[in-house]
């Protein structure tokens, strides 16, 4: 028998904030031709699913993707919103 134990669990009220994610927040873009890849990437400070409000930096991503001139995927639109809204979007849903 194993028995494995979390040496990370959050402690209650925590805020873990990643000043690494920083560098990698913006707008991307690679372009060949009529093919495009863009991306926006932004970081919020989000409540985890752990009890005793926990809250962490969170990496959200949206796309866009042209192939051949037209576009394929794009939830860009997105990009001006919140994980909460999402979230809340989402779960009303099921």
């Known amino acids: 028998m194993v028995i494995v134990k ?6 209650p009220n925590s805020n873990y ?16 031709g009529s093919n495009s890849l863009t991306l926006i990437m932004k970081k919020e400070n989000i409540l985890l699913p752990f ?8 990496v959200i991503g949206f796309h866009k993707f042209v192939s051949n001139g037209s576009i394929s ?22």
């Open 6 to 11: 979390s040496q990370n669990y959050p402690q």
């Open 17 to 32: 904030i990643d000043p690494h994610a920083d560098k990698f927040m913006g707008t991307w873009k690679w372009q060949d």
């Open 51 to 58: 009890p005793d409000n926990v809250h962490a930096d969170w």
């Open 73 to 94: 995927e794009d939830t860009t639109m997105y990009s001006s919103t919140n994980y909460i809204d999402k979230k809340k979007y989402y779960s009303s849903r099921i």
